[in-house]
T-cell receptor
Framework: NAGVTQTPKFRVLKTGQSMTLLCAQD?????MYWYRQDPGMGLRLIHY???????AKGEVPDGYNVSRLKKQNFLLGLESAAPSQTSVYFC????????????FGPGTRLTVT | GEDVEQSLFLSVREGDSSVINCTYT??????LYWYKQEPGAGLQLLTY?????DMKQDQRLTVLLNKKDKHLSLRIADTQTGDSAIYFC?????????????FGTGTRLTVIP
């Protein structure tokens, strides 16, 4: 099993550009999450999904959209990137039900200039 | 919202024990977790404890939970240079319905040879 993978690993965007970050998991997990990590702030939840076709807002959803068209994939979109979205983005998944431990991808480092 | 607090830095000498502390606010937490993040990598689940337990030991790791004071600690025995990393505690909140975790800001452990 590859676990949780993220594409791309690094990206530099100009303000106003758009992009999509892809998260894939091969563990048949029900729940998936997108976080951002900023220095001194820990991880903050952007959006999450409790199953294929469902998404919900987390703590810091503004400026991002997500889609979960297939159970194994969770996409995070930035429609018009801003410098404040410079961050490291992590995807995670968990089996669901009474299982709370989350398994993380390696991260995507995004810089918006 | 939920508030999970950790001190930012800890330095120890190789071979000594490390104790990383965490306080949380939500008394309905079901599980509490410790994650390790090495430079440039995602978060790796180290260990977790169910909220009705006081202690859990796993090789060099000992987790202590004081539910009355909402205090969690991670003790690493015989700390090695490979233990240098950022350690995050996290609490699961059962009422969210999505197995969401709330993370602390992380404690950067530096092991001095």
């Amino acid at each position: 099993n590859a676990g949780v993978t993220q594409t791309p690993k690094f990206r530099v965007l100009k303000t106003g550009q758009s992009m999509t970050l892809l998260c894939a998991q091969d563990m048949n997990h029900e729940y998936m999450y997108w976080y951002r990590q900023d220095p001194g702030m820990g991880l903050r939840l952007i959006h999450y999904s409790v199953g294929e076709g469902t998404t919900a807002k987390g703590e810091v959803p503004d400026g991002y959209n997500v889609s979960r068209l297939k159970k194994q994939n969770f996409l995070l979109g930035l429609e018009s990137a801003a410098p404040s979205q410079t961050s490291v983005y992590f995807c995670a998944s968990t089996p669901g039900a009474n299982r709370y431990e989350q398994y993380f991808g390696p991260g995507t480092r995004l810089t918006v200039t | 919202g939920e508030d999970v607090e950790q001190s930012l830095f800890l330095s120890v000498r190789e071979g000594d024990s490390s104790v990383i502390n965490c306080t949380y606010t939500d008394s309905s937490s079901t599980y509490l977790y410790w994650y390790k993040q090495e430079p440039g990598a995602g978060l790796q689940l180290l260990t977790y404890i169910f909220s009705n337990m006081d202690m859990k030991q796993d090789q060099r790791l000992t987790v202590l939970l004081n539910k009355k004071d909402k205090h969690l600690s991670l003790r690493i025995a015989d700390t090695q240079t490979g233990d240098s990393a950022i350690y995050f505690c996290a609490e699961s909140i059962s009422w969210t319905g999505a197995n969401n975790l709330f993370f602390g800001t992380g404690t950067r452990l530096t092991v001095i040879p």
